[in-house]
């Protein structure tokens, strides 16, 4: 897959970052596979996913368990960041500093203390788990696995008590998937607004299959349920599933719950665009372009990490 931009021999050491109001995009390879926990709880047992000859493998590290959704929203940022830099010419690398405030913005979080220290509690959860994979080793290598940790490094600086920096350093497995061409796909932003995990990951799955697609997207109940990765036993993923079919507040997707011939529940992704205008469900498209005439850039703080 060609990359967007061909990777530079010199990385910068740090890459400043600060846009806001600017479209959200997620990786794609993070967006069906069962990469997090989808519980608020700890989870201290191993993800072990192999489908289709894909395998994804996530280990924890007992104190803090495997990295949520919600913490994969740190990573989220840091991709729309990079893309948004590489769209106006300019060359990130795999470290980025910002300013907290910046990021809890950015991810519709508040910004008082209690998210800072939620937001570093995130960074150790990203930095402890660890993940193995053979999505995107290329053909003909003799690899047929990678191990990588969310994040490589973070760090913090405070004064009188305060935050006044941040920085994190991704993994080059995920820094690729960003900067290859098609390596992101713009999100809705009030996907941050979704509460539960399993939603917020039907969500993702919806917009990396469904796409914009006019006949949309179906997967069965048990497809669905081995593909999350959800410790949950069956029967209670699928009472979840079909509590937010019902509810029917996904942004951008609507979700139809059926059953075909041999009686198997498939639950249909539609984008909402996509349907019949006089269908009460319709929305028109969203335009994801720049807002605030092509989006804006905070100043940028120094801190010394």
Same mark, same amino acid.
């Given at each position: 897959m060609q990359r967007r931009k061909p990777p530079a021999a010199f990385q910068p050491d740090f890459f400043t970052a600060s846009y806001v109001d600017i479209p959200t995009r997620d990786q794609r390879d993070m967006m069906?596979?069962?990469f997090f926990s989808l519980a608020k709880s700890p989870r201290r047992t191993p993800i072990d996913y192999e /489908?289709?000859? /894909?395998? /994804?493998? /996530?280990?924890?590290?007992q104190e803090f368990g495997i990295a949520t959704i919600w913490d994969a929203d740190i990573l989220i940022w840091a991709a729309t960041q990079i893309t948004e830099a590489l769209d106006r010419g300019g060359?990130?690398?795999l470290k980025l500093q910002f300013h907290p405030y910046t990021?809890?913005?950015?991810?519709?979080r508040n910004t008082g203390g209690d998210q800072y220290r939620k937001l570093q509690a995130a960074c150790r959860r990203l930095k402890s788990t660890y993940v193995e994979t053979n999505i995107r080793m290329p053909k003909g290598s003799r690899k047929n696995t990678h191990g990588f940790s969310w994040l490589n490094d973070w760090d913090s600086v405070e004064e009188d008590g305060k935050p006044i920096g941040m920085s994190i350093t991704l993994p080059p497995w995920l820094y690729d998937g960003i900067v290859q061409g098609g390596g992101v796909l713009s999100i809705h932003e009030d996907y941050f607004l979704l509460t539960g995990g399993i939603e917020r990951w039907l969500y993702r799955v919806a917009r990396k299959h469904a796409g914009r697609q006019e006949a949309g997207w179906s997967f069965t109940m048990r497809q669905l349920y081995e593909k999350s990765g959800s410790a949950a036993r069956f029967s209670d993923f699928a009472l979840d599933v079909r509590k937010i079919v019902e509810a029917d507040k996904l942004p951008e997707y609507t979700l139809t719950l059926s059953r075909n011939g041999e009686g198997t529940e498939v639950i249909h992704m539609a984008c909402k665009s996509m349907l019949s205008m006089d269908d009460p469900r319709f929305e028109l498209p969203r335009t994801p372009h720049r807002r605030q005439n092509g989006g804006i850039q905070q100043k940028a703080l120094r801190f010394t990490p």
């Amino acid at each position: 897959m060609q990359r967007r931009k061909p990777p530079a021999a010199f990385q910068p050491d740090f890459f400043t970052a600060s846009y806001v109001d600017i479209p959200t995009r997620d990786q794609r390879d993070m967006m069906e596979r069962p990469f997090f926990s989808l519980a608020k709880s700890p989870r201290r047992t191993p993800i072990d996913y192999e /489908v289709g000859g /894909v395998i /994804v493998k /996530v280990y924890p590290v007992q104190e803090f368990g495997i990295a949520t959704i919600w913490d994969a929203d740190i990573l989220i940022w840091a991709a729309t960041q990079i893309t948004e830099a590489l769209d106006r010419g300019g060359e990130p690398g795999l470290k980025l500093q910002f300013h907290p405030y910046t990021l809890l913005k950015g991810i519709r979080r508040n910004t008082g203390g209690d998210q800072y220290r939620k937001l570093q509690a995130a960074c150790r959860r990203l930095k402890s788990t660890y993940v193995e994979t053979n999505i995107r080793m290329p053909k003909g290598s003799r690899k047929n696995t990678h191990g990588f940790s969310w994040l490589n490094d973070w760090d913090s600086v405070e004064e009188d008590g305060k935050p006044i920096g941040m920085s994190i350093t991704l993994p080059p497995w995920l820094y690729d998937g960003i900067v290859q061409g098609g390596g992101v796909l713009s999100i809705h932003e009030d996907y941050f607004l979704l509460t539960g995990g399993i939603e917020r990951w039907l969500y993702r799955v919806a917009r990396k299959h469904a796409g914009r697609q006019e006949a949309g997207w179906s997967f069965t109940m048990r497809q669905l349920y081995e593909k999350s990765g959800s410790a949950a036993r069956f029967s209670d993923f699928a009472l979840d599933v079909r509590k937010i079919v019902e509810a029917d507040k996904l942004p951008e997707y609507t979700l139809t719950l059926s059953r075909n011939g041999e009686g198997t529940e498939v639950i249909h992704m539609a984008c909402k665009s996509m349907l019949s205008m006089d269908d009460p469900r319709f929305e028109l498209p969203r335009t994801p372009h720049r807002r605030q005439n092509g989006g804006i850039q905070q100043k940028a703080l120094r801190f010394t990490p």
